[in-house]
Every structure is written in C-alpha cells, then in structure tokens.
C-alpha cells in the first residue's frame, strides 16, 4: 500500500495511474479544441442549436482537464507540459474536421464521446478498490461524457429526421 499525499493505493502502482490519467488529459485537451474549432467552422441547417452544445461541451472537457491536472499533481506526477505531447500521449486522437456540415460534425463528435467513454470506463475498472479518489474523479468524468455523446445522438437524430421530411416533402 503506497501513500501518496493524502490518498492510499493499494494493489496498482502510482505512475500507472499516472501515465493512464495523463493520455487522458491530452484527450481533454484535444477535445476542447476540436469542439472549439468544430463550433466556429459549422455550416448548415439548424446549426446554432449544434454551435450552442458544442461550446458547452468545450468548456466541459476544459474543466475535466483541470479536474486531471491537480489528480496528477497530487499523485506527485506532472501533468504533460508541451501541447505536442497531447498528440503524441492521446488515446483518442485527433480528427480535424473536414467537412463543416452539421451532421458531419456532430458524427466526429459522437465518435469522440465513444471513445472517451471507453477511455475513461478503463481507468474507473483499473482503480476501482484501489484508488478511491482517482475512482471518484473519473466516474464524475465518466458520466459526462456518456451525456454528451447522448446529447450529440439526439441531435443528430432529430436533424437527419428534420432533413428527410423536408426531403419528403419536396417529393
Ligand atoms: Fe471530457
Ligand atoms: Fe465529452
Ligand atoms: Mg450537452
């Protein structure tokens, strides 16, 4: 049983926790971009409902990032320090938009919840009983994400809907 600051971990090593929590965070980090950048460059029908969830989403991941930051920080570790490592460390990487549409979008952006929530879904088994307070953090994380992508997948669902009636209609 290892005592770090004020945590205990039993049965895991710490810099395990470390390195997991910091792929993570390039993932937040890169996240936030995409949303930011995904929220200035779409185009299309009923895009400011879209443009709205996605800055909300952005400022959510830039705040899972703080919340990773001083875990890692107080695991006695240091949180990556050059951006070029976010691409280097990510488990989900990057997709830079290319097409601007909508619905495009927001499937790189549902995309992008899946594999968070895979992400994060590992490390909450990987420190469950162990790590309580990594456990707590992640499960909190966790569950916005799983949110988000449910946010995304009904708006993309009621837009691709909204565009077949019109389709429908022009018949
Ligand atoms: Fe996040
Ligand atoms: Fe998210
Ligand atoms: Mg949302």
Redesign the pocket.
């Known amino acids: 049983m290892a005592r770090v600051g004020n945590s205990i971990i039993k049965g895991i090593e710490v810099s395990e926790v470390i390195n997991k929590l910091n792929r993570a965070y390039a993932d937040e980090w890169l996240a936030y971009y995409q949303y930011f950048i995904e929220s200035k460059v779409i185009k299309g029908l009923m895009k400011d409902a879209v443009m709205g969830?996605l800055v909300?989403?952005a400022a959510?991941e830039l705040r899972h990032a703080t919340m990773i930051a001083d875990r890692i920080i107080q695991l006695g570790g240091t949180p990556l320090l050059h951006p070029s490592d976010w691409l280097v460390q990510t488990h989900c990487g990057y997709d830079a938009p290319n097409d601007f549409d909508v619905v495009a979008i927001l499937k790189d952006a549902i995309k992008g919840e899946q594999c968070a929530i895979s992400t994060y879904s590992d490390i909450v088994d990987m420190t469950r009983n162990k790590d309580i307070v990594t456990y707590d953090m992640v499960s909190q994380i966790l569950a916005d994400e799983v949110?988000?992508e449910?946010?995304?997948q009904s708006l993309h669902d009621d837009i691709t809907e909204f565009i077949n009636d019109i389709k429908k209609n022009l018949r």
């Open positions: 969830e909300l989403h959510d949110e988000h449910e946010d995304l």
